[in-house]
């Protein structure tokens, strides 16, 4: 192989590595770059979840959407909704097990039937609370959505607790009791928070 040809195989396969070099350096800084705007986005989160009543739970349900959510309060809010809201089916459905199990006492099915009916309506008013959120955006009557959005929120923790109410003075087994109150009442601070972070929007 003649010097000439040497020296284009040289230049070729030095702007080979230079180019792998920077390519390298690229990937590194935007991995830099992502991994500091995950840390702002899940300290907007934590400062918002501090303004709430379960600060805790609020961070632990919507730090995982934090790439999603960025320094956005309405996407904070509208996450905050659709975690709260696939929570109350969660417990709508665990509750409809529930009423199949064998051996129920009479108080037992009442209770159940209950908390599944106001669950049930719970999931309504967070639907239509998700609708209310939506509508803020753009509208001229943005006193009137907001006022709606929390009057459905509100409702919806209203039945919640009615749910969990229906245990005093009962007796009933550790089973029914445990999961129901466990859920709904993990559901109700769910809520708790989502009413909590509508104070932070910006109308």
Do not use: R
């Amino acid at each position: 192989m003649s010097s000439s040809s040497f020296q284009l195989v040289f230049i070729f396969c030095f702007s080979i590595l230079l180019l792998l070099m920077s390519t390298s350096t690229q990937t590194v800084s935007a991995a830099t770059t992502n991994k500091a705007c995950l840390k702002t986005y899940k300290k907007f989160i934590k400062s918002a979840c501090n303004s709430t009543t379960y600060p805790k739970v609020c961070y632990k349900a919507l730090s995982p959407s934090a790439s999603a959510i960025k320094t956005d309060t309405n996407k904070l809010c509208s996450i905050a909704l659709s975690f709260t809201l696939n929570a109350t089916y969660n417990a709508s459905s665990s509750i409809d097990s529930l009423s199949k199990m064998k051996g129920l006492s009479p108080s037992e099915k009442q209770i159940i039937n209950d908390c599944a009916e106001t669950t049930g309506e719970a999931i309504y008013e967070l639907e239509n609370s998700l609708k209310a959120l939506a509508n803020l955006q753009g509208s001229d009557h943005k006193a009137d959505e907001m006022s709606d959005l929390k009057t459905w929120v509100s409702a919806a923790l209203t039945d919640e607790y009615t749910c969990t109410d229906e245990f005093d003075g009962q007796k009933v087994s550790k089973a029914v009791k445990n999961t129901i109150k466990k859920k709904v009442l993990n559901l109700a601070k769910l809520t708790s928070n989502c009413l909590a972070l509508f104070n932070l929007l910006d109308y």
